[in-house]
């Protein structure tokens, strides 16, 4: 019968036998760039198989980008090396433009965004969605010394002011002072 020797090199010249490896098929666990063959024995008789270069990738660089996004809302994620492909793996929950890295929630939940690279290697991150605030209600006029309410139907956050200078607003009531013309 036949008997099997794998072989592995660096530089696919010098060949060194793989310990234990002696059956018709080799699984390796790849640690770096190398070269496999195989010598198949009968009797006196050797004959080897086409080496084959198995490539050790680096794995894309981790995903950068918000994890925590709002309905409707689209985020950019990046990764390295550029020319892979994006995937969501529930798009009810997210979608992820495959060429682009737009992702955008759909509704709330929790799903896994994945980068392929274009060597096959992937990174993956979780992203959690949110339902979108909605649309703050109230005046948005107000004079110097005077007050409007601002209400948003989302309980549980907090109001200020971009220019305290201008306005004040309470951060639990959502009432605005007006302090000057601006």
Known sequence: GFTYQWQSSN?????????GATNNFYSASVAATKWYRTRVSCGSSNAFSDS??????????????????????????TSTPAGGTWSSANTVIATAGAG???IT???PGITNITYTAP??????????VNVAPQPIT???????????ALADVTTGGVWSSANSAL???GSASGIVTGVTVG
């Open 105 to 107: 929630g759909m509704s």
């Open 52 to 77: 084959k270069q198995v490539i050790l990738n680096a794995p894309p660089t981790p995903i950068v980008g918000s994890t925590n996004l709002c309905t409707a809302t689209p985020v950019t994620y």
């Open 100 to 102: 682009t890295g737009i």
């Open 11 to 19: 530089d696919n010249s010098t060949w060194t036998n793989i310990a």
């Open 167 to 169: 306005a004040t607003v």
């Open 119 to 128: 060597t096959g290697c992937t990174r993956t991150t979780s992203v959690v």
């Open 138 to 148: 109230g005046s948005n006029n107000v004079c110097p010394g005077t007050t409007t």
